[in-house]
């Protein structure tokens, strides 16, 4: 039974809140606006942005809908971390916040800014369209309507946790291959592709993944994993980026692009001297004349420094490398019986 | 603009639905979708709990039949009986159709469609996706959508239907991004904007967009709103934000406690106890508390959900979201304790009049989901039925529309008219000296609406409203935007939302004044009874010269006699 409700009782605190303005029609560049309130606990950080459009400055600007955590409108960033300003409470954020009292409020990254916290939608939405994050049903259309598909509960588990997703871009904006290369297909995005792709009623798995292995695909993610510890509905996205290259590699084959032949350089190295052999490794990945091409000048300049990986005969294998193999064995055919009941 | 053949405003369950229908129908139409949001924010992803339809997955001898009459029976006599046919007869096909079309429901253990009982109904007959229901859906109507090419218009603002003589000549919206007034010439409109449940403010479970738009621009265009006075109040709403905590609760086997920690719905309802219809159930939590034996706090009074004898598992793979949602709001966990709950407006019932292929009054403009009133839900929604709604009509509209097209001739939208609309919104609107804030009027109307139009009403509390809203509408005359931004003014958009709540309001003021009876969600004290004999009629509120002129429509019956609603 509840103990006491008059938890909010406890008390005020002065919260400065750093909110980043810009109005594209009069501002040359951004800036930051203070605003001081008294924030109780249990308040969020969009209701102390509402206290401060409706009784300080009407014109700070940013996107609000169902104020449950469920629409995903008000993704921003708060003190420097994506996160749904609904469902942030103010006082958690102070609490760890590194300038006592104050919290700093931006838009997302990744995304066209528009005006204030209000960031443009538009290009994760084209990206959705670009890989067909559909289900392109195996029922023709003039059939639907008249029987269900038999769906196992493993089946729908196994997309349950995807279908979460509700698109705020809190995975978008920090993504670490996003901001270098804004073409890259995104994490929602490839967990969107990914919760397509295990569905048995899907058809256009091969074509969807076809899209998927090329530039700016799923061989782009470099695993930094802050899509998934962003991820407001705590889904394993990285799980989703795996399930894709494992389906990559089984149904296109390990010498499909420069993505699946650096995982297979990595499967090999590993396998063979529980580590990396460096030096030829962009070799492998993309072949003779890209490395001379693309690398030479920063293989001088490393040979310069000194800073040149040792050559392949000099790689040895590590300590207790044959348990090592053993266990990687078992590891990888693990892996592909996994695979293969998920595949049924 | 090139004129379209259909314009749909709004991008929920219902618009998208009639987009996708639409294109199947006639794929060579030109098509577009407004939205005020981007689709998958709009509403329809926050019903949690599901779609009623009688797959009987889990009760074998669930029949149509039988849902139509629990339909009927739940809106108190009030649904017209031939569109009930069509909403509980379609159920099936469509859940089925979405099913097909990639929609990821929980399944039983023979692989079908799951169904759990919800209140009201017979069977247990509510689809399911856990507690995302809406969302699953939403999703992949506008995946669907995206798939089909249709062309949407996200973050427009619809202002007011362009009306030469009988007919629209289509839409005047405002581009959020720009602040610019465009217009859309069509041949057909339909309205899909949703429910205008959120002018109860922070008595609402409400998204804060649901103001009603769709119904406000009807209005002023002289289409009459039918039913507007029945409102539904959910009865278990967060206490301290009116969010929402799906009957999927209670459905799973939650209990409502006073503070005694008796199980007070044995008195209300002692053979459906929680599941009872929820009209019923609210009244029963607002008793509670009315009589004294409610919890006490700052935020208000209020009873409790116990879910804590549920157990962790299911409780975490049943009905996740509830828990997040009461941590996030509440600061409770509901495997540990039970979360503080009253009544929270939830659904409007009415909605602009439609005819069962969802035309209005008004050639070439059509209304479906929460903004329509076909009438399927009569005086009381049942739960599990808005999602059908939504998804039924919805997809009756997108192909009435495509039929339709073709008989009119595309309309014609001056610039004189688009000038005259960005004068109305953006001239009037800084009035110097004293001035009115817009917050603190739009939290008057939900707190004037709770009290005088709530759950209890009597008619000097409903003079009150009425004079209340009159008040605040001459108020808002003074009313300031201080953002003078054309980009992305969203005060300027919240003002304008506002003005549509209290033309509203209004509607709901003066129907609930009128209707002298008790039926379904609306309760009168001093008319305690229902009253078939002068109010089994539908109302219709027409804006006449500026003022509320209220008429009447007849109840079409059908199979089933008028019978006293006990559960």
Known sequence: MTVSTDQHKEGKKEVTFRVFRFNPQVDSKPYFDDYTIPVERGVTVLRSLNYIKEHIDGSVSFRAFCQAGICGSCGMRVNGLSQLAC???????????????????????????????IVDMDPLVGKMVHYSNWIDST???????????????????????????ILCASCVSECSILRANKEYVSPAVLLKSYRMSVDSRDSMHETRLAELVKDHGVWDCTHCYRCQESCVKSIPIMDAIHGLREDAIE??????????????????????????VEATLPIRTNGVVWTVQNLLPMAMKMIMKRRTPPPPPLVKSVKGIKIFRTMFREMTEHVKQDHKSHKK | MKPFDIVIVGGGGAGLYAAMEAMKTNPALNIAVLSKVYPNRSHTSAAQGGANAA?????????????????????????????????????????????????????????????????????????????????????????????????FFNEYFALNLSVGGSRSNGL????????????????????????????????SSNAAGNTGDGQAIAYRAGIPLKDMEFVQFHPTGLRKSGLLVTEGARGEGGYLLNKDGERFMSRYAPEKMELGPRDLVSRSLETEILQGR????????????????????????????IREMAMNFEGVDPIEEPIPVRPTAHYSMGGIDTDNQTRTVMEGVYAAGECGCVSVHGANRLGGNSLLDILVFGRIAGRTAAEEAGKFTPGRISEAELAAQFEEIRGGMHPSGRYERYGELREELGQTLALNVGIFRESSLLQKGISDIAELKERFKKVRISDSSDVFNTNLMQVLELKNMLDLAETVAAGAYARQESRGSHTRIDFPVRDDANWHKHTLATLVKGNVTLGEKPVTMGRYELQERTY
């Not at chain 1, 588990?157 to 279908?163: C, I, N, P, S």
């Not at chain 2, 700052?298 to 049943?318: Q, V």
């Open chain 1, 87 to 117: 469902t942030t409470q103010v006082w958690d954020v102070l609490a760890k916040s590194r300038e006592p009292g104050i919290i700093k409020v931006e838009p997302l990254r990744n995304l066209p800014l528009i005006k204030d916290l």
């Open chain 1, 251 to 276: 149904s296109r084959g390990k010498n499909d692009t420069s993505g699946s032949k650096h995982a297979e350089a990595f499967m090999t190295d590993i396998e063979k001297k529980g580590k990396l």
């Open chain 1, 139 to 165: 029922m023709p259309e003039a059939q639907m309507g008249k029987k269900e598909f038999l769906i196992s509960e493993e089946e729908f588990l196994r997309y349950d946790k995807a279908t979460d997703c």
């Open chain 2, 294 to 321: 409610g919890f006490d706090s700052p935020a208000g009074k209020y009873l409790h959900l116990d879910l804590t004898h549920l157990g962790a598992d299911l409780i975490k793979s049943r009905l996740p979201q």
């Open chain 2, 55 to 151: 797959l009987g997955n889990k009760a074998k001898d669930d029949t149509v039949e039988m849902h139509i009459f629990d339909t009927i029976k739940g809106s108190d006599y009030l649904a017209d009986q031939d569109a009930v046919d069509v909403l509980c007869s379609e159920a099936p096909k469509i859940i089925r159709e979405l099913e097909n079309m990639g929609t990821p429901w929980s399944r039983m253990e023979d692989n079908t469609i799951a169904q759990r009982p919800f209140g009201g109904a017979g069977r247990p007959r509510c689809c399911y996706c856990s507690d995302k229901t809406g969302h699953t859906i939403l999703q992949t109507l506008y995946e669907q959508c995206l798939k089909k090419g249709v062309i």
């Open chain 2, 172 to 203: 005047i919206a405002m581009n959020m991004k720009t602040g610019k007034v465009e217009a859309f010439p069509a041949k057909t409109v339909i309205l899909a904007t949703g429910g205008y449940a959120k002018m109860y403010w922070n008595r």
